[in-house]
């Protein structure tokens, strides 16, 4: 069987939650596809932080970081970068376009947003797509609102102009648990190429596949952590957690993200006493959140998967401003009585005190969750690659925006 290649793209604005989806997916993809295709598998991801290509990938594997964009008041902006939006986007879609059709890959998989930053991505994927390439949406389980979700697949072109596109739409979830298929977030021509396939939840890849292994922060046992993902935005909780009393015999370590702003990073230890240690990153928040006795953290897809593949105790204190996404995600796993969530209006230092109190020496049973997202993809993966991708429809040109 010949060689597989396989794209992965993320266009990375805000945080790494994107690229961190698509580099688990590499990791099971290269792990489990040659047993099912019987050849050999290569691969790139193509990201727009920085940050993201410090995390190793399989041999044959390697990163294309893009000049970074993200989302200023009057729209995209470049990250770094001094020049017009409108050029860097062009001069990413270039660069997208030339290591695409050079690479050939024949699987793409597009995580979140179909045709990237302002129609980054379509030139290339109608010529991928022109050559056979089977290109997949990947989504996480929830998107947001049904109202907001429907008005974005409409700035697009339409539901049907987006499927048009794809031979498969992924969806990263317990369909149990949440089905955007039926809450309307998905429209009918997506629901149709939709395939939930658990949560990306076991056999994430581990820090101890890292190249230049680092030290754990994590203090002896009993602990208590909070995590805040990439921390951008998680200075709120981080000040109610850091004033919290930590439970009797136990060390709190918070770990803030590599995007929390230096300024806030001081403060945290500034305020932080003798049981609470404060840093930036950790190499290991996956045994991190197993090893801890509680944990407190937001509503992000991939804390939320790791946390799933624990039995630790965990309050979610879900992001509420720019979309409805991690409150919706919090909620249904609390009613399947998977994690407790409070809304961090309503969340006071006492509050946490009194959950790690009461958190602490318990567990939470999560077996009964499909968790094996991992596991699942590169057998959809096979699947697709063993039948001709759908043809290439003719439509008219429209203007398109990220979602």
Known sequence: MAETTIALYSHDSVGLGHARRNRALAHALDRHLPALTGGPVRGMLVAGHPDAG?????????????PGLTRGREGWTPRSLGMDPAALR??????????????DPDLLVV??????????????LETLRGRGCRTVLGLREVLDTPRVAVAEWESLGGAARVASLLDAVWVYGDQRVY??????????????????????????????????????????????????GGGSDGAELARLAVAARTPHGCRHLLVTGPQMPAGALE???????????????????????????????MGGYNT????????????????????QEQPRRAEALAAVGALETRRIEDLTPEDITAWWARAVGTSTERTGLDLDGLEAVPHLAAALLERPSRPLP??????????
Do not use: N
């Open 111 to 124: 995580d979140r947003h179909p045709f990237g930053i302002d129609g980054e991505l379509l030139p290339v």
């Open 90 to 103: 062009d001069l990413r879609s270039g660069v997208i376009a030339a290591a695409l059709e050079t690479l």
């Open 54 to 66: 410090r995390d190793p990938l399989p041999d044959g594997w390697d990163w294309l970081i893009l």
């Open 394 to 403: 003719i439509l008219p040109e429209v203007h398109s925006h990220a979602v």
């Open 267 to 297: 403060e945290l230890r500034d305020l932080a006493d003798e049981t609470t240690a404060v840093v930036r990153t950790a190499p290991d928040v996956p045994e991190l959140i197993a090893g801890a006795a509680a944990v407190v953290c």
């Open 179 to 228: 089905d955007p298929r039926r809450t309307g977030e998905l429209p009918g021509p997506l629901a149709r190429l939709a395939e939930p396939t658990g949560y990306l939840s076991r056999g994430r890849p581990a820090a101890r596949i890292a190249r230049t292994p680092r030290a754990s922060p994590a203090p002896p046992p009993p602990y208590v952590l909070t995590v805040l």
């Open 304 to 323: 939320i998967a790791e946390l799933l593949d624990t039995d630790t105790p965990a309050l979610v204190v879900p992001r509420s401003r720019r979309r």
